[in-house]
Structure formats: C-alpha cells, structure tokens
C-alpha cells in the first residue's frame, strides 16, 4: 500500500499556479518525498524530490512541513499540457531499493483554458 | 543529456508465445535499471532491477525473467506468454547510489491474446 494521501482529482486555470498538497504522516527520518507526473500512455516523468528543505527546480517547487508529515507540489504557472496525474511517494535512497517505488493513485491535475 | 529507448511501443502477441523487450539508455554508465509493470488504473509493481552486468534481483516470482547483457542493455524476456501478461511495461533507469530518481520511457503496451 502507498504510503502517501493525495485527492484523487483537482482542477486548475491556466496560468495560476496550481497546488498539489501529499500528506505522508508515516515517513521515517531516512525517507525521501518524491513527485512524479504521468501522462496518458506514457510513462511516468520525474519532478523533483526532497528529504527536509524546500526545493524548486525548472518544474516546480516543493514545500515539506517542519514535521514532514505533510508536501505541497507547486506548479508555477500551470499550462494544459500539465494536465496529468501526479504522484507522491516516500521511499528509501539506497541500492536498488530506490526502485521500489510505490505509486498509489495519485491526483489527477485538469488544467482548464 | 541521458535518454531511454523502449520498444516496441506496442505488441500484440498469442498466449504461449514468447516475449522479448528491449531497452537501452545512452548518455550514461554503470545505470540502475528497473521493469515494472503497471495494470490498467493501478500503480506500478516493480517486477526486476539490476545495479551491474548480469546482476538481476527479481522483485515478485512470475512468469518473466530478465537480463543485463550491457551495461546499458535491459532486456525482459518470458518463454510462454500468458493472458495475465497483458500490461504496460516501463523500463526505468537512475544513477547508482543514493539520491538518484527514476527516469522512465516511454512504455511498451502489450496485449497477450
């Protein structure tokens, strides 16, 4: 079972910043949060991923409460081809053991002209 | 930059016919590489990973095997296909050690008939 929370569905305007909010309120010290998006038909696609601090990159931005039992996945300025399903995961970074990922199901981001 | 091939990008294929797919990763050494599988409306399982040449660690006992002949080569293989084999195949690649997402390609959907 995932160990992540999300809402299954969330609308957005083109243009606003769209908010994606995770709760994990069973990580441990050593896990990682990490988003991905998946597009229909393809395979998933790597955002962006932190441990304790706050991370932006080209893509987006994550906000980790102090606690880390809760994320936000900001996107900036939101387009339709942001349209996907985004996915939080927590997991261990060691060895092969990063691959295990558990995808749960996710939020389904409808990006609206 | 580092990319992943995956093909085919579909396959139908008889029940007890055998499978081949292929993947390959260019820009990078010495990869993880990983195959999962995702069923329709579900996440994704991780069926194998490999951290070296011919170093293949089977997450779930299944009809399906694997193989790391290169270093950038990820090939999944099964001799008899079965129904249940139908799915999204993903192969996935990161860097060896800690701190290293996932990148995924493109998929291959296979259809056993």
């Known amino acids: 079972d995932a160990k992540t929370t999300q809402p299954p569905s969330m609308d957005c305007a083109e243009g606003r910043a769209a908010n994606l909010p995770c709760n994990h309120s069973?990580?441990?010290?050593?896990?990682?949060v990490y988003w991905y998006r998946q597009i229909h038909s393809q395979g998933p696609q790597y955002i962006i991923h932190g441990l304790k601090n706050n991370e932006t990159n080209e893509m987006a931005s994550l906000i980790i409460t102090e606690d880390r039992k809760s994320s936000t996945l900001i996107l900036p300025h939101a387009t339709l081809r942001d349209t996907a399903v985004y996915y939080c995961?927590?997991?261990?970074?060691?060895?092969?053991?990063?691959?295990?990922?558990?995808f749960g199901k996710g939020t389904k981001l409808s990006v609206k002209p | 930059s580092q990319t992943i091939h995956q093909w085919p990008a579909t396959l139908v294929q008889p029940v007890g016919s055998p499978l081949s797919l292929e993947c390959t990763v260019e820009?990078?050494?010495?990869?993880?590489l990983y195959w999962y599988r995702q069923a329709a409306g579900r996440g994704l399982q991780l069926l194998f990973y490999?951290?070296?040449?011919?170093?293949i660690s089977s997450e779930v006992p299944q009809n399906l095997s694997a193989s790391r002949p290169q270093d950038r080569q990820f090939i999944l293989s099964s001799k008899k296909l079965l129904l249940s084999d139908s799915g999204f195949y993903l192969c996935?690649?990161?860097?060896?050690?800690?701190?290293?997402?996932?990148?995924f390609g493109n998929g291959t959907r296979l259809t056993v008939t």
């Open positions: 820009g990078t050494s010495n990869p993880n």
């Open positions: 996935a690649w990161s860097y060896a050690g800690v701190n290293s997402p996932l990148h």
């Open positions: 069973t990580i441990s010290g050593n896990e990682y």
């Open positions: 490999s951290v070296g040449i011919g170093q």
């Open positions: 995961i927590v997991n261990l970074d060691y060895g092969g053991s990063q691959g295990n990922l558990i």
